[in-house]
């Protein structure tokens, strides 16, 4: 279905359309055309195998990432928009749990969409478009943003398999609206002699992601396995975290932002204006205790918001009796005791394994008696069979 297109002056057009995004708050605005297609590839074998996990919604919108086409009939153009969410307060805070940094503000699905609202009625003020002529997604639609942005060039793909912005660093928020509207597309960062291709094309020699990596989940340069992913285990997972994984995951909350952090690049990034992001930072000085003792009424009082909220009071409680067993602190055996008959199973298995790790096994032995989840019972005979401080991957 041919839709409009923005005719001379098309670039003038283009540049008044980006300037007034940009007044809306995004720190970067690229186009780039959305033919020929992203090479599918490399999608297709890491689905082929298994490695995006349990996160089925990825096979199944396979087709669509793949072409924009199937998204909106007739899209020849993406808006690749970045929003800058460095801040300082999800660092390490010695001893303090940790948490991914996008994190530490409410969540960026709902702050942005009413920009992306706003983005759209400019697009039909300037360009002649129809309603029906865009669609909008930050991080929840079949689009593979990262792949377009690193075309517009907004960035370039590193071997941590972030989209790295020359400005920004890998602190960047994206979104993608796709349009009918036909723009001349932005220049993608072009390859210096000796860099490698597509995927950390400006890296150079630098692995420093791949070494820091916890878990080592990556199997190659670009190439993560969610399965070894931290993010992943204590985000996406709904399960039982894997016991050798455990160790490795260490203080962190929520997220990993490790093979973030350690890239060079972050050497040139500022803070973003943040004119469409609220900031939660108060959230990285809740101390472990505080959050093994969340009840569902301070759970919803302290999260509400955020997108913390997804992974639900069981998740967190999951992740904080992790943290807790890698933490050392004798002072949170008692809260880990009282959790071990939490009436989640998911919940008690991990503060069994926690409650082992800080040398507090023995003091199970009543919750033991009444216990009779298989999952939970196995988490008793493997810590009181073999060492409770497991770390081999």
């Known amino acids: 279905m041919p839709g409009p297109v923005c005719r001379p002056p098309m670039d003038e057009c283009k540049e008044e359309l980006r300037r007034r995004l940009e007044a809306l708050g995004f720190d970067a605005v690229r186009f780039a055309s959305l033919s020929p297609p992203l090479p599918g590839a490399g999608l297709t074998s890491w689905l082929a195998a298994g490695k995006n996990a349990d996160m089925g919604w990825m096979e199944r919108t396979a087709a669509k990432r793949l072409d924009p086409g199937l998204v909106l009939e007739g899209a020849r153009s993406a808006i690749l928009l970045g929003t800058n969410y460095l801040d300082r307060a999800g660092e390490d805070r010695g001893g303090r749990p940790v948490w991914a940094r996008y994190a530490l503000y409410l969540d960026y699905h709902d702050t942005l969409k009413p920009a992306l609202a706003r983005a759209g009625a400019v697009i039909e003020e300037l360009c002649g478009a129809l309603p029906g002529d865009y669609r909008y997604y930050v991080d929840t639609g079949p689009v593979l943003e990262r ?7 907004l960035g370039f793909i590193g071997k941590n398999s972030m989209l790295i912005s020359r400005r920004h ?14 723009f001349s597309p932005d220049s993608p960062i072009r390859r210096r002699p000796g860099d490698p291709g597509e995927v ?32 992943y285990q204590t985000i996406e997972n709904k399960g039982i975290i894997p016991r050798p994984l455990r160790a490795a995951i260490g203080s962190r909350i929520y997220g990993c932002d490790v093979c973030l952090e350690v890239c060079p690049w972050n050497r040139f990034a500022r803070r973003g204006r943040q004119l469409i992001l609220a900031a939660r930072s108060d959230i990285a000085d809740l101390p472990l205790r505080d959050l093994l003792e969340l009840t569902p009424a301070r759970f919803a009082e302290v999260f509400r918001g955020t997108a913390i909220k997804r992974i639900k009071l069981t998740g967190l409680l999951r992740n904080a009796c992790v943290a807790a067993g890698n933490s050392n602190d004798p002072a949170l055996i008692p809260p880990l005791l009282k959790l071990s008959a939490h009436p989640s199973a998911i919940v008690r298995a991990h503060a069994v394994w926690a409650a082992f ?34 770390s081999s991957l």
């Open 147 to 153: 792949g377009w942005a690193a075309r517009a060039g």
């Open 169 to 182: 660093g890998n602190w960047l928020f994206l979104a993608a609206i796709l349009t009918r509207v036909e």
């Open 200 to 231: 950390g094309l400006l890296c150079g020699k630098c692995t420093r992601c791949l070494d820091a990596c916890p878990t080592q989940a990556f199997d190659g340069p670009g190439v993560l396995d969610a399965r070894r992913c931290i993010s």
């Open 357 to 390: 790790r800080l040398g507090a096994g023995s003091r199970l032995a009543a919750a033991k008696a009444s216990e009779t989840d298989p999952s939970v019972l196995s988490e008793y005979a493997a810590s009181e069979t073999g060492p409770a401080r497991q």
